[in-house]
Protein backbone atom coordinates (compact mmCIF):
# COMPACT_ATOMS: atom_id res chain seq x y z
CA UNK A 1 0.00 0.00 0.00
CA UNK A 2 1.26 3.28 -0.75
CA UNK A 3 1.61 6.47 1.09
CA UNK A 4 -0.91 9.37 0.77
CA UNK A 5 1.53 11.76 -0.29
CA UNK A 6 -1.19 14.72 -0.75
CA UNK A 7 0.15 17.81 0.69
CA UNK A 8 -1.92 19.03 3.63
CA UNK A 9 -3.90 22.57 2.92
CA UNK A 10 -1.45 24.65 4.70
CA UNK A 11 1.47 22.53 2.43
CA UNK A 12 0.08 23.44 -0.39
CA UNK A 13 -0.54 27.29 0.11
CA UNK A 14 3.31 27.49 1.04
CA UNK A 15 4.36 25.78 -2.24
CA UNK A 16 1.67 27.79 -4.23
CA UNK A 17 3.18 30.98 -2.75
CA UNK A 18 6.82 29.71 -3.48
CA UNK A 19 5.70 29.01 -7.13
CA UNK A 20 3.99 32.96 -7.20
CA UNK A 21 6.97 34.48 -5.74
CA UNK A 22 9.21 32.94 -7.88
CA UNK A 23 7.53 34.02 -10.57
CA UNK A 24 6.97 37.28 -9.53
CA UNK A 25 3.14 36.86 -9.81
CA UNK A 26 1.33 38.21 -6.60
CA UNK A 27 -1.95 36.65 -4.97
CA UNK A 28 -4.36 39.36 -6.42
CA UNK A 29 -3.03 38.75 -9.78
CA UNK A 30 -3.64 34.83 -9.32
CA UNK A 31 -7.16 35.30 -8.47
CA UNK A 32 -8.04 37.45 -11.70
CA UNK A 33 -6.66 35.16 -13.59
CA UNK A 34 -8.62 32.53 -11.90
CA UNK A 35 -11.95 34.83 -12.04
CA UNK A 36 -12.04 34.42 -8.50
CA UNK A 37 -13.46 37.29 -6.05
CA UNK A 38 -10.51 37.63 -3.80
CA UNK A 39 -13.07 39.59 -1.07
CA UNK A 40 -14.91 35.94 -1.16
CA UNK A 41 -11.63 34.10 -0.72
CA UNK A 42 -11.18 32.23 2.62
CA UNK A 43 -9.93 35.04 4.85
CA UNK A 44 -7.38 32.16 6.92
CA UNK A 45 -6.42 30.96 3.15
CA UNK A 46 -5.65 34.62 2.07
CA UNK A 47 -3.86 35.45 5.57
CA UNK A 48 -1.77 32.92 5.37
CA UNK A 49 -0.24 32.73 1.62
CA UNK A 50 0.38 36.50 2.49
CA UNK A 51 1.83 35.74 5.20
CA UNK A 52 4.04 33.36 3.78
CA UNK A 53 4.96 35.63 1.14
CA UNK A 54 6.06 38.90 3.02
CA UNK A 55 8.41 35.82 5.06
CA UNK A 56 9.58 35.36 1.67
CA UNK A 57 10.25 39.26 0.56
CA UNK A 58 11.88 39.89 4.08
CA UNK A 59 13.90 36.88 3.62
CA UNK A 60 15.32 37.29 0.03
CA UNK A 61 16.30 41.25 0.78
CA UNK A 62 17.91 41.08 3.99
CA UNK A 63 20.16 38.10 2.07
CA UNK A 64 20.61 40.41 -0.80
CA UNK A 65 21.65 42.98 1.32
CA UNK A 66 23.73 40.48 4.31
CA UNK A 67 24.53 37.71 2.13
CA UNK A 68 23.18 34.32 3.05
CA UNK A 69 25.26 33.56 6.06
CA UNK A 70 24.69 36.54 8.17
CA UNK A 71 20.73 37.54 6.74
CA UNK A 72 19.33 36.10 10.22
CA UNK A 73 21.65 37.78 12.55
CA UNK A 74 20.98 41.83 10.75
Known amino acids: ?3 D ?6 QLRLLL ?7 NVDIETLYKALGADLSEADG ?3 SHMAGIIDGVTLATS ?3 AHG ?3 WAKK
Open 1 to 3: MMA
Open 17 to 23: AQFLFAH
Open 5 to 10: NTPSDS
Open 44 to 46: EAV
Open 62 to 64: KIR
Open 68 to 70: VDD
